[in-house]
């Protein structure tokens, strides 16, 4: 309860921020809305329905109000409230993101154990080599060096596009995604999983005649979850802004896509939307995160 209330002011703080974007990027929104060839009653009468002309406080009291409704305003592009394009476009962000997360968890972990469980060795450089390199590039040229080898070259796989919800066209954009979180994960896991393994309980562990599979598994990775958990909820942001991205060279049908085109178009009010709808995401995650080591370790209380 303490930690959900300390995200109270993190929020306020966002709201004000994307309240800002408004007024921080040049131009005239009205202007941007009708175009230049709009008479000025037509302008004059959209400022007042916008409370564009009131003072600042009073802008900004308008605006919370209709945050607080669940009204993110009005797209100028689209002419359709905000939230709706949200809605229809978020989901394929999070299909997006769980899928990259999915890949990360399943070769991040396991790579890291087995560099712990034998350092020194060729698997641990091996690993060690493929997650420098995965954390080097940036995920538009994996994006793309990925299209030109398995769409391309070899045609194993769709280059882009959604595929009408077809499972093979999100593999190329979930690997992009994932490939700096794949290589994060794996130098977590190894570095948290060696200190563990070092532990007196571990040793004890041993002593007893405990399998050393239950013994990396049960007894020194449980602990070793604390970082690791700490790097997926902090990539959350990550997913979500490498989403754009990703998204962008794979024509994927999500919100990050939303955000190009509509900064693109200079579409005020859907930028300030999904800029104040994915930081509320990303504090909310967080705070799941926080939640969530005290059940991973039970070592950790909150009191």
Same mark, same amino acid.
């Given at each position: 309860?303490?930690?959900?209330?300390?995200?109270?002011?993190?929020?306020?703080?966002?709201?004000?921020?994307?309240?800002?974007?408004?007024?921080?990027?040049?131009?005239?929104?009205?202007?941007?809305?009708?175009?230049?060839?709009?008479?000025?009653?037509?302008?004059?009468?959209?400022?007042?329905?916008? &409370?564009?002309?009131?003072?600042?406080?009073?802008?900004?009291?308008?605006?919370?109000?209709?945050?607080?409704?669940?009204?993110?305003?009005?797209?100028?592009?689209?002419?359709?409230?905000?939230?709706?394009?949200?809605?229809?476009?978020?989901?394929? =962000?999070?299909?997006?993101?769980?899928?990259?997360?999915?890949?990360?968890? %399943?070769?991040?972990?396991?790579?890291?154990?087995?560099?712990?469980?034998?350092?020194?060795? #060729?698997?641990?450089?091996?690993?060690?080599?493929?997650?420098?390199?995965?954390?080097? @590039?940036?995920?538009? #040229?994996?994006?793309?060096?990925?299209?030109?080898?398995?769409?391309?070259?070899?045609? #194993?796989?769709?280059?882009?596009?959604?595929?009408?919800?077809?499972?093979?066209?999100?593999?190329?954009?979930?690997?992009?995604?994932?490939?700096?979180?794949?290589? %994060?994960?794996?130098?977590?896991?190894?570095?948290?999983?060696?200190?563990?393994?070092?532990?007196?309980?571990?040793?004890?562990?041993?002593?007893?005649?405990?399998?050393?599979?239950?013994?990396?598994?049960? &007894?020194?990775?449980?602990?070793?979850?604390?970082?690791?958990?700490? %790097?997926?909820?902090?990539? %959350?942001?990550?997913?979500? =802004?490498?989403?754009?991205?990703?998204?962008?060279?794979?024509? #994927?049908?999500?919100?990050?896509?939303?955000?190009?085109?509509?900064?693109?178009?200079?579409?005020?009010?859907?930028?300030?939307?999904?800029?104040?709808?994915?930081?509320?995401? @990303?504090?909310?995650?967080?705070?799941?995160?926080?939640?969530?080591?005290?059940?991973?370790?039970?070592?950790?209380?909150?009191?």
């Amino acid at each position: 309860m303490r930690r959900a209330a300390l995200a109270v002011p993190t929020l306020f703080g966002v709201l004000v921020v994307a309240f800002l974007l408004l007024y921080v990027a040049p131009g005239d929104p009205v202007q941007e809305m009708v175009g230049e060839r709009a008479d000025s009653a037509t302008v004059a009468r959209l400022r007042a329905e916008l &409370h564009l002309n009131e003072s600042l406080p009073r802008q900004f009291a308008f605006y919370a109000g209709g945050v607080l409704r669940g009204d993110l305003g009005t797209s100028y592009i689209t002419g359709r409230p905000i939230t709706r394009d949200i809605a229809e476009r978020f989901p394929n =962000t999070v299909i997006l993101a769980v899928s990259a997360m999915i890949l990360a968890i %399943v070769i991040g972990i396991p790579l890291g154990i087995l560099s712990a469980k034998y350092p020194d060795t #060729w698997i641990d450089r091996l690993a060690s080599v493929g997650a420098y390199l995965g954390i080097s @590039f940036p995920v538009y #040229w994996v994006g793309l060096v990925l299209i030109l080898i398995f769409a391309v070259a070899l045609r #194993w796989l769709p280059p882009s596009g959604f595929g009408n919800g077809n499972p093979v066209y999100l593999i190329l954009p979930a690997l992009a995604l994932g490939t700096r979180s794949i290589a %994060v994960l794996a130098r977590q896991t190894r570095s948290a999983v060696l200190e563990s393994l070092g532990a007196d309980y571990v040793r004890t562990a041993r002593a007893k005649g405990i399998p050393e599979r239950i013994v990396v598994l049960r &007894h020194a990775l449980r602990p070793a979850l604390i970082p690791v958990i700490t %790097v997926l909820g902090l990539d %959350v942001g990550y997913y979500l =802004t490498g989403s754009i991205l990703t998204e962008t060279v794979f024509s #994927w049908p999500g919100l990050g896509r939303y955000v190009v085109n509509a900064i693109a178009r200079r579409d005020l009010p859907a930028i300030q939307g999904s800029v104040l709808f994915l930081s509320v995401v @990303f504090v909310v995650v967080n705070l799941i995160t926080d939640i969530l080591y005290a059940v991973a370790d039970p070592r950790v209380r909150y009191d």
